[in-house]
């Protein structure tokens, strides 16, 4: 049974840093692209960033970029989200995700397995 884990979510003010991770059972992690979405109360899941199989290749939404990093442990099956500089509008629920195919997409319906999610608020 695949299970997707996330933690690290939580409280911070405007400026500060969190850092999230995403513990993947029931599969070779590895052999998957693993991305970050998030969703915000009322908005549709949104694209967050994406680091390819081998942690090559990454991919941030212009939102995040500059501000957070994924990073990956194929060794401990495990992926990673740093976010900096968090701003309000960064407050939403965080999933980590996992992708079969051979190329990163920022595209939620590309991916195969889903965490339940865990809550970054970030008061101003």
């Known amino acids: 049974q695949v299970q997707l884990v996330e933690s690290g979510g939580g409280l911070v003010q405007a400026g500060g840093s969190l850092r999230l991770s995403c513990a993947a059972s029931g599969l070779t992690s590895s052999r998957y692209a693993m991305g970050w979405f998030r969703q915000a109360p009322g908005k549709g899941r949104e694209f967050v960033a994406v680091?390819?199989?081998?942690?090559?290749?990454?991919s941030y939404s212009d939102s995040v970029k500059g501000r957070f990093t994924i990073s990956r442990d194929n060794a401990k099956n495990a992926v990673y989200l740093q976010m900096n500089s968090l701003k309000p509008e960064d407050t939403a629920v965080y999933y980590c995700?996992?992708?079969?195919?051979?190329?990163?997409?920022?595209?939620?319906?590309?991916?195969?397995?889903w965490g339940q999610g865990t809550q970054v608020t970030v008061s101003s």
């Open positions: 995700a996992a992708e079969s195919s051979a190329f990163i997409s920022r595209m939620y319906k590309e991916y195969d397995y």
């Open positions: 680091i390819s199989r081998s942690g090559g290749s990454t």
